[in-house]
């Protein structure tokens, strides 16, 4: 069989072409993203040149290829965003600028990944116009809800992944049997402990989560002035469970990773720790960028080992489509 040949769109720190990576007969003949640093940071692990704005991509002068894959912003539909969906201007209609692609160069398979709430965002019309404008253009649709954590990662992290398949269609893996919990991750030289004991308490909770395949908190942190805590950033996790989502942005002491109860310490994950939760490899360089720059691009990143276990049925789906 002929290489696979993909794009990546909205690619980010690179998880698809991390994933893709682990068979030789995939190939990356163009990457795009709007931001500059992740431009810097994809070039320096894959090699790439990476274009900007999907919005000037000429099309007549990219490469033929065989799956797109675009992890378009999710902003405009998470809870967390502005919720605006296809009225965000800026970014909620980039789904268009990925259809204007596909009616150019009409690849086999088309993978789009967004946050969950995208298949009920505005009462599900969100998701019914993409399958729509998809199933117009002849594609067969499949789609599904997925658990990072059911995925082999140690992270509860759950995305919509939508399918699109010329013919055939294609059947979305099932996650995998082991969970791996936060413990699996942790740098065992990392020292530090990042809850001031004068300005917070720590208030045990009561609620016990039976399955290490949900994150379980040990304490709510509370400002001992405000009496206010126990947003994501200020909760204690248990490291025997998967842990709770990484996110961009979030306050508290512990802002994006969350906070771990290690040992006798209560912390952040690290940089390096954080690139276990997404499954990327420890040697991924950010290009000297400082920690929390390096947290906010992971957060905004797709899980390598859900699309991991989307390689193989991949490339037996084209192994069994050839013509």
């Not at 990457?31 to 500059?36: G, N, T």
Request: proline content about 5%; charged content about 25%; overall charge neutral.
């Amino acid at each position: 069989m002929d290489s696979i040949k993909y794009i990546d769109l909205f690619c980010g720190l690179g998880a698809f072409h991390t994933a893709f990576n682990t068979d030789p007969r995939f190939k990356c003949v163009f990457a795009c993203d709007i931001d500059e640093g992740a431009r810097k940071i994809y070039k320096a692990n894959y090699g790439t040149d990476v274009h900007g704005d999907i919005r000037t991509v000429n099309c007549k002068e990219l490469a033929d290829f065989d799956i797109l894959c675009a992890g378009f912003p999710c902003q405009p539909f998470s809870i967390a965003g502005n919720g605006e969906g296809f009225n965000d201007t800026e970014k909620g209609n980039l789904f268009y600028d990925i259809l204007t692609i596909v009616d150019a160069k009409k690849p086999r398979m088309c993978i789009l990944e967004n946050v969950k709430n995208l298949k009920t965002h505005d009462g599900g019309n969100t998701y019914k116009t993409i399958e729509t404008e998809l199933t117009k253009r002849g594609y067969t649709v499949t789609h599904k809800v997925i658990n990072s954590a059911e995925y082999g990662s140690p992270q509860a992290r759950q995305r919509i992944f939508i399918v699109a398949t010329q013919g055939k269609p294609f059947a979305i893996p099932e996650g995998v049997p082991i969970i791996r919990p936060v413990s699996s991750i942790l740098d065992a030289s990392e020292t530090r402990d990042d809850v001031n004991r004068d300005k917070y308490d720590l208030e045990e909770t009561t609620s016990v989560v039976k399955s290490i395949s949900k994150p379980q908190i040990l304490f709510n942190v509370v400002d001992k002035t405000t009496k206010k805590g126990g947003r994501q950033g200020e909760r204690v996790y248990d490291v025997s469970h998967v842990g709770v989502t990484v996110c961009a942005s979030s306050g508290g002491p512990g802002a994006k990773t969350g906070l771990y109860k290690v040992g006798n310490r209560i912390r952040r994950l690290n940089v390096r720790e954080t690139l276990g939760m997404f499954g990327f490899p420890p040697t991924y360089t950010f290009c000297d960028l400082k920690p929390e720059a390096a947290l906010f691009y992971l957060g905004n990143s797709i899980v390598v080992n859900v699309v991991k276990a989307f390689v193989p049925p991949i490339a037996e789906w084209f192994t069994s489509t050839a013509s």
